[in-house]
């Protein structure tokens, strides 16, 4: 008797077998489970299941645009942060885990169980507004982005996590948040220098251009922003930014030339630095332990 079409289709781990030797296993395991909706745990138990020509189909055409180089993040429309599921799209930068050590530092600085106002300025998909509305459950967030399509996409992203503190606001940095003033002020700002090769390369090419590159050191956003902070801040309120690895003394710098006290840089798992830190005189001294490699 003649198999099947059903018997004929191939077996998931063996369609993952031929995916891996196109692109990294782990991004196709994660393209499949797309298809699939299941979760990863799910396919561990199921490998010899059978895939159906449909989801061959639309696998196959995933597939390819991972080989020609689009994130997985977009392809799938998903990307975790923090404890958060986050919807991404074209419109904003994809959330990476690098940034999770500006939330840490941030919830640092924001005691649990008391009330406290927090600016995330370009906010993007929400990704630090978002971590931070969910531990803080007290805290008032605002996030500001100059793209409207971003700024549906980290709303969306909260009422999803069913996130009711937090505010979003359409304009550049802290532009439209003329009279108000914050106990902190977080960013993951563009600071790759315009020109730089990686922009042509890899996932970013896919990015949006305007969440990456600031000007010929870039700096130019990362200026901006600590020009205008300190009168966005209550005193002792303090200012957070991410920025590139060799950009640690000249983010120092300009902290310290707008005001700041309490300046320092904090380095990342792998010991690089990543997040500019610096403190509005008066109110609170820095919280025990901080220093330079937190």
């Not at 296993?25 to 797309?34: G, K, S």
């Not at 996030?143 to 409207?148: G, L, N, P």
């Not at 120092?252 to 990342?268: I, K, N, P, Q």
């Amino acid at each position: 008797m003649p198999a099947s079409s059903e018997d004929r289709a191939p077996r998931l781990n063996a369609v993952l077998r031929a995916a891996a030797a196109r692109i990294d296993a782990v991004d196709a395991e994660w393209l499949l489970l797309h298809v699939l909706q299941r979760p990863r745990s799910w396919l561990y138990a199921h490998g010899d299941d059978r895939l159906d020509a449909a989801r061959q189909r639309e696998f196959e055409t995933l597939l390819a645009r991972r080989e020609a180089g689009e994130p997985v993040a977009y392809l799938t429309g998903r990307r975790g942060f923090w404890t958060l599921d986050l919807a991404v799209t074209p419109d904003t930068l994809i959330p990476r885990e690098d940034t999770e050590r500006l939330v840490e530092l941030a919830l640092e600085r924001l005691p649990p169980g008391a009330p406290s106002s927090v600016a995330d300025l370009g906010t993007g998909s929400g990704a630090i507004a978002l971590a931070i509305a969910r531990e803080r459950p007290q805290a008032w967030v605002v996030a500001t982005d100059r793209s409207a399509a971003a700024l549906a996409v980290a709303a969306a992203n909260a009422d999803r996590a069913g996130l009711e503190n937090v505010e979003f606001v359409h304009g550049d940095w802290l532009a439209p948040l003329a009279g108000r003033r914050f106990d902190l002020i977080a960013s993951n700002p563009p600071y790759i220098r315009s020109g730089d090769p990686h922009l042509s390369e890899g996932d970013l090419r896919f990015e949006p251009a305007s969440a990456l590159a600031s000007g010929a050191d870039g700096l130019d956003d990362i200026r901006r922003i600590v020009a205008t902070a300190p009168a966005h801040l209550h005193p002792g309120g303090w200012l957070l930014l991410e920025h590139g690895q060799d950009q640690g003394q000249a983010v120092r710098d300009l902290l310290r030339s707008a005001g700041f006290v309490d300046v320092d840089t904090a380095r990342d798992l792998e010991g690089r630095d990543r997040v500019g830190v610096g403190r509005l005189a008066g109110g609170a001294p820095a919280p025990e332990g901080s220093g330079a490699g937190w």
